[in-house]
């Protein structure tokens, strides 16, 4: 009989609605439910793309003596974190701080008042590696709520306490200037791994938010150390086995420090991130490699991540069939000699064998491999390759697929839609503006309200009911204001400026410091608030450069004066550690750099000349430079007031800290004016 999670918009909730545990969703109720039974709340904590949250799931949450002991002892509470990133942050933070580590499933026990007192990640069935087995934890926590509550709730309320004490030092309101951005180019350095590419060791996660800063900070200053990590770090991945050498699109991370081994759950965030990062190192260098990977990346996600409403859900999951009836994470991407054969015949077989890296001996387990594209000598028939890759690619279709998390979530729509939009224009490929425009009318439609508050997420067009948090309010502007620039239609923008405004009016505090959760969102135990970049840019990171960009457009100074505030953390954060906050950096560069405005006046895209300067514009390198076009006249973009048509022709106006250039119609010329390092 389902549970309570039946009606939820969450697919990973919805895994848990058959369980016999009588679990509950995030909400007054349950906690009001614990109040009248004078239990303890087990908060449970997870995804759906997440593989040890399957493993726990399926021995523990759907074994009937486990559930039996929890539904009689404890109200039980499940949350996917991709829904309610703030009470994830929330509890994740009093792991972390009492552990010293964290991860998911997050196993968190709660008085009913929400505050906790006990904290783990997995649990086992079986005591094993150290570990109790979660019926052990769960008779230990029962036991010391029945026998020693005065103990349970005093280390509650220090641990409340503790938290409330983290408020962050805001350190300098003032962004940051040369000398920090050196410090952190120089601290990424230290880092870097020159052989491997990317930085520190395994696990090792795709860096695109520093990926950014560095090309950021190349096209600024012309350092060509900042270009060639990016270059070498993009090269590596795209050879490596987290690149999905099929059918394009990245895994979440490599387990190792050669790229080869990844985690194979697929994230559109990972992806879109990435998208947008090959088709800017090939803005920077012109490589047919970061081309290629832009594009097959694009459509990766075009194809598997998008929703009949024309949003694009939120991961594949690392696990599937593999044929037998068993879940085995990477079973639909691993390859053995003798799959190759059955699928190729010998020749062909071999000669996949060699190009991809398929061994004897495997590089993954049980004897197969996965597919990379390894440094070797000697050339390889383009025809031929492309032939086996189309062959593997039809086998593989036919392979279980695995599951899918429809899930809608705004933020990481956002940052797909600038990626697709801005890999759709720089290769002519409009059908991937078009997906992009798609996913920004559903979020209009579905995701915004009246008073454009965001929910943060839908499934199959329904609107889930959590509101909308900063993240989601940056990210889903920074795409409006990229499809804005490609397409020259100013109706993006305003809608950037609406939720812009909600960033200001009730994410920010009076000293310039913004919070992950609004100031009238739900209050829990501390008003999560965390400017680092993790795999997403942080809603921090990511709302200065939002509110950088909107203010280069429309000239307002609310907006870049919290810009710039909000990038006072990075002044402090970026010498100190810039793998984490990549995203505040690039940002910085911006600011640094001016942005540059640019305005192309023309009758249209159907006008080769204008659509010559458009393009050229789009296609400079200057950090943050944002792009208005439309016709004379025009007041769909601020940027195109007083802009005339030069003697009759189309023209281009840059400006850059409130002074212009003569306006031009030459596309060299505008180029030239937009590549950075060369025209400081």
Known sequence: MPNRLAQATSPYLLQHAENPVDWWPWEDAAFEEARRRDVPVLLSVGYSACHWCHVMAHESFEDGPTADFLNSHFVSVKVDREERPDVDAVYMEAVQA??????????????????????????????????????????????????????????????????????????????????????????????????????????????????????????????????????????????????????????????????????????????????????????????????????????????????????????????????????????????????????????????????????????????????????????????????????????????????????????????????????GAYFERPDLVEAAVAAADLLVRLHLDEQARLFRTSKDGRAGANAGVLEDYADVAEGFLSLASVTGEGVWLDFAGLLLDHVLTRFTDESGSLYDTAADAEQLIRRPQDPTDNATPSGWTAAAGALLSYAAHTGSEPHRTAAEHALGVVKALGPRVPRFVGWGLAAAEALLDGPREVAVVGPGLDDSATKGLHRTALLGTAPGAVVAFGAEGSDEFPLLADRPLVDGAPAAYVCRNFTCDAPTTDPERLRAALHAALSS
Not at 113 to 136: I, K, L, N, V, W
Not at 177 to 182: Q, R
Not at 219 to 238: K, N, P, S, V, Y
Not at 295 to 301: G, K, P, Q, R
Request: aromatic share 10%.
């Open 98 to 423: 009492a552990t010293g580590q964290g991860g998911w499933p997050m196993t968190v026990f709660l008085t009913p008042d929400a505050e906790p007192f006990y904290f783990g990640t997995y649990y086992p069935p079986e005591p094993r590696h150290g570990m109790p087995s979660f019926r052990q934890v769960l008779q230990g926590v029962g036991q010391a709520w029945a026998e020693r509550r005065d103990e349970v709730t005093e280390v509650a309320g220090k641990i409340v306490r503790d938290l409330a004490g983290r408020e962050i030092s805001y350190g300098d309101a003032r962004p940051p200037g040369e000398a920090e951005l050196g410090q952190a180019l120089l601290g990424l350095t230290r880092e870097y791994d020159p052989q491997r590419g990317g930085f520190g060791g395994a696990p090792k996660f795709p860096p695109s938010m520093v990926v950014e800063f560095l090309l950021r900070h190349h096209a600024r200053t012309g350092a060509g150390g900042a270009l060639e990590m990016a270059r070498d770090t993009c090269e590596r991945m795209a050879r490596g086995g987290i690149y999905d050498q099929l059918g394009g699109g990245f895994a979440r991370y490599s387990v190792d420090r050669e790229w080869v081994v990844p985690h194979f759950e697929k994230m559109l965030y990972d992806n879109a991130l990435l998208c947008r990062v090959y088709a800017h190192l090939w803005r920077a260098t012109g490589s047919d490699l970061a081309r290629r990977v832009a594009l097959e990346t694009a459509d990766f996600m075009v194809r598997e991540l998008r929703t009949a409403e024309g949003g694009f859900a939120s991961a594949l999951d690392a696990d599937s069939d593999d044929g037998t009836g068993r879940h085995v994470e990477g079973a639909y991407y691993v390859w053995t000699p003798a799959q190759l054969t059955e699928v190729l015949g010998a020749d062909d077989a071999a000669l996949a064998a060699q190009y991809f890296g398929v061994t004897e001996e495997g590089t993954f387990e049980h004897g197969s491999s996965v597919l990379q594209l390894p440094q070797q000598e000697g050339l390889f028939d383009a025809e031929r390759i492309a032939s086996v890759r189309e062959r593997l690619l039809a086998a593989r279709d036919g392979r279980p697929a695995p599951a899918r998390d429809d899930k809608v979530v705004a933020a990481w729509n956002g940052l797909a839609i600038a990626a697709l939009a801005e890999t």
